[in-house]
């Protein structure tokens, strides 16, 4: 069974080549442009891993984080934070994720990222 990795990212673009990144490698992927879809599809089916953007429309993807880390049915979900400030120091002291990664971002570096966290 694939392994099913949801996106939550507001540009376009971004998520579209993230989707196809991953689809490429064989996983099952959801993409959600802001934080009420994610959670609309956290309703259906728990994900094998949660990639998220900080800056999103109705949130941010730090508050998603949290709330899933704190939460025993989610918190052992691997979960990589994009953001495309350089401030990811700041970012971890407010975030228990488990990967941290700048935009842009090497594709190559991210899929091996995405392995990495799926495998474990």
Not at 95 to 111: G, H, Q, R, S, T
Request: some cysteine; hydrophobic content about 40%.
């Amino acid at each position: 069974m694939k392994k099913c990795i949801y996106v939550v990212e507001d540009n376009a673009t971004i998520r579209e080549m993230i989707e196809f990144l991953l689809i490429e490698e064989q996983y099952d992927v959801k993409v959600c442009p802001n934080t009420s879809m994610f959670w609309q599809e956290m309703q259906h089916h728990k994900p094998d891993m949660v990639v998220l953007d900080v800056m999103l429309p109705d949130g941010n993807g730090l508050d998603i984080c949290a709330k899933l880390k704190r939460n025993v049915k989610t918190y052992d979900i691997p979960v990589m934070i994009m953001s495309a400030g350089n401030q990811l120091s700041q970012i971890k002291a407010k975030c228990e994720a488990e990967d941290f990664i700048n935009k842009p971002f090497d594709l190559n570096d991210f899929v091996h990222r995405v392995e990495h966290h799926v495998q474990n």
